[in-house]
């Protein structure tokens, strides 16, 4: 047990350690600073700016982020404090299940509805009521776009906080609640000023795991987010995640000369970042379950 | 007898099928401390928890019958029960600070209602704290967690948080059962400073501490109430054979 638990804690710095090998004949043409900010990305001509994959990742990720985490944060806090128990009881197992899906049949999801849903209704109303506004100007015509991913991205993400931030909440004891309460304090009173309070550190850390999912998933967003390495303008720009990248082309074009080597420092910025996310968002959530009990 | 606080009329509490108090009528008198007693598992804190509508937190759980206090049956359906638990108020046998300063949690109560001007609140955390004897312990750290104090502060930190919404009811539930026989003391003395101006009913189940404070003695033997008088008498007269049983010891 002991051992086997030893070779998995290993793996991610083995796999990190082998990336940065392979990724290092990039690194010697320009150094990691420089590539993480160059924008061009033209493999032909040895130029490997990341920019545009980061800022596709970052617009998808944010997108989801921004539509998951208040609306599954109100679930959550009503799962957890309002309903009875016979309705926890019966939610909490499909939310679970939504976690399980394979991620290709919310990018089918995503590539029979929401691209048609942002192609032919939301785009055409942005148009013509949001043009003016820096971020919503919409000159795509396809639907794939940022906004896609975001959406398709969020809905996955939904569950995995949900039903941790529930937890964390329902951590809380009761004694606690009974206080406020005792105290004259009406239920939302007592949720807000004293629950969500104890609860803090744990909710945030529920989003961050959200985040930390949303940022390295992969088929969904893929199939709907256009995979162009520009940077995204506007929601509905293509864009072109980190993910998407590697999985679009590792194998096919490796008959140019570093182009695995920039394959693999892709795959090495998004496995620095969502360690350090998962594991963050691990630890604060480790402490706040144990803070809060 | 004096005037009285609370009227208990016919109160029933069931958790699910299982009846746990069975038509309980009597009697609370006002700035007077009322100890309840009885064996484990009688209804004691059940009993306490439906005079301030928090009973009815517990899921499944059926309250009928009548308290009335202040003219009103607390379980009108017109009552509001954040009043009801504004003015009854509950200390729990375990302390629960809230996750705040000690001064947050004064001024929470005081803050639901509405007062917000520092110099207000700064005195209605002072005179709490010296009326649940902390102030002297605290008065230099207000704004550190609540957390960080003993058990024992922790619970005369909550007798300071419930008084500073100015219940005119409170209910104890062995709130010294959890504490050093020092801080037990001390809540023990704070408790009878406050029953010149609170209405006090308190759980407990030992028998020398309701000796020691209680003016009238309820005595509650499976959820129901088998002797009710002033402390002198049920200690010394009692008239029920199972109250005779209990005081000697011969169950608990
Ligand atoms: N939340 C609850 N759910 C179900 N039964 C309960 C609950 N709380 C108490 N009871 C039952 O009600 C009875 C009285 O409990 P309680 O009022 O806590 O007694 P006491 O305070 O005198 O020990 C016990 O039999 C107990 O098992
Ligand atoms: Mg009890």
Same mark, same amino acid.
């Given at each position: 047990?002991? %051992?086997? &638990?030893?070779?998995?804690?290993?793996? +991610?710095?083995?796999?990190?350690?082998?990336?940065?090998?392979?990724?290092?004949?990039?690194?010697?043409?320009?150094?990691?600073?420089?590539?993480?900010?160059?924008?061009?990305?033209?493999?032909? !001509?040895?130029?490997? *700016?990341?920019?545009?994959?980061? %800022?596709?990742?970052?617009?998808? &990720?944010?997108?989801?982020?921004?539509?998951? &985490?208040?609306?599954?944060?109100?679930?959550?806090?009503?799962?957890?404090?309002?309903?009875?128990?016979?309705?926890?009881?019966?939610? !909490?197992?499909?939310?679970?299940?939504?976690?399980?899906?394979?991620?290709?049949?919310?990018?089918?999801?995503?590539?029979?509805? #929401?691209?048609?849903?942002?192609?032919?209704?939301?785009?055409?109303?942005?148009?013509? %009521?949001?043009?003016?506004?820096?971020?919503?100007?919409?000159?795509?015509?396809? *639907?794939?776009?940022?906004? %896609?991913?975001?959406?398709?991205?969020?809905?996955?993400?939904?569950? +995995? #906080? #949900?039903? &941790?931030a529930e937890e964390v909440i329902r951590a809380v004891p009761n004694g606690l609640r009974e206080a406020a309460l005792a105290l004259g304090a009406t239920r939302w009173q007592m949720v807000k000023g004293v629950v969500l309070r104890r609860a803090l550190s744990g909710v945030i850390a529920a989003v961050v795991l959200g985040f930390s999912r949303a940022f390295g998933e992969t088929m969904a967003v893929m199939m709907v987010v256009g995979n162009v390495p520009q940077l995204p303008r506007s929601i509905f720009d293509a864009g072109y995640p980190l993910s998407a990248l590697i999985a679009n082309n590792y194998g096919e074009m490796m008959s140019i000369p570093l182009y695995d080597s920039a394959l693999m420092a892709a795959a090495l910025i998004l496995l620095i970042v969502v360690v350090v996310f998962t594991a963050l968002a691990r630890i604060a959530l480790i402490q706040a379950i144990r803070r809060a009990a | 007898m004096e005037d009285t606080a609370l009227q208990i009329r016919g109160l029933n509490v069931a958790y699910g099928d299982q009846q746990v108090l069975r038509d309980i009528t009597v009697d609370i008198p006002a700035r007077q401390i009322t100890a309840i007693i009885g064996p484990s598992g009688c209804g004691k804190t059940t009993l306490l928890r439906s005079l301030c509508r928090m009973a009815e937190l517990v899921e499944g759980v059926r309250v009928w019958g009548q308290v009335i206090f202040d003219g009103k049956d607390i379980y009108a359906p017109q009552t509001e029960v954040t009043e009801v638990r504004k003015r009854i108020g509950l200390l729990a046998q375990r302390p629960f600070p809230l996750p705040m300063s000690i001064y947050d949690n004064v001024a929470y109560g005081p803050r639901l209602y509405g007062i917000r001007q520092r110099a207000v609140l700064d005195e209605i955390v002072e005179r709490q704290l010296r009326a649940a004897g902390l102030w002297d312990e605290v008065k230099d750290r207000l704004h550190a967690p609540a957390s960080a104090l003993s058990i024992g502060q922790q619970q005369r930190l909550c007798l300071a948080r419930g008084l500073a919404v100015e219940p005119e009811v409170l209910l104890c539930d062995e709130v010294t059962s959890a504490l050093d026989p020092l801080s037990a003391q001390r809540i023990e003395s704070r408790l009878l400073e406050l029953k010149a101006n609170y209405t006090i009913v308190m759980v407990t189940h030992v028998l020398r501490q309701a000796r020691r404070m209680a003016d009238y003695v309820l005595f509650l033997y499976l959820g129901e109430l088998v002797e009710y008088g002033p402390a002198g008498e049920v200690f010394n007269n009692p008239r029920q054979a199972r109250t005779r049983a209990y005081l000697a010891g011969e169950f608990y």
């Open positions: 047990m002991w %051992a086997l &638990t030893l070779l998995v804690a290993l793996l +991610v710095p083995f796999m990190a350690l082998a990336l940065l090998e392979r990724a290092r004949p990039l690194f010697d043409i320009a150094p990691p600073g420089r590539l993480l900010l160059a924008s061009e990305w033209r493999p032909l !001509k040895q130029e490997f *700016g990341f920019l545009p994959f980061i %800022a596709g990742t970052l617009w998808v &990720t944010l997108i989801a982020m921004l539509l998951a &985490t208040p609306l599954s944060l109100l679930c959550a806090i009503y799962l957890a404090e309002y309903a009875p128990r016979r309705l926890r009881e019966l939610v !909490k197992p499909p939310i679970d299940l939504l976690a399980g899906i394979p991620s290709v049949v919310y990018g089918l999801w995503g590539v029979l509805t #929401i691209v048609p849903f942002i192609r032919e209704v939301v785009a055409p109303w942005a148009r013509e %009521a949001l043009g003016f506004l820096p971020l919503m100007r919409s000159d795509n015509p396809t *639907g794939y776009s940022v906004l %896609a991913g975001g959406i398709v991205l969020g809905v996955m993400v939904f569950p +995995v #906080i #949900i039903s &941790t | -």
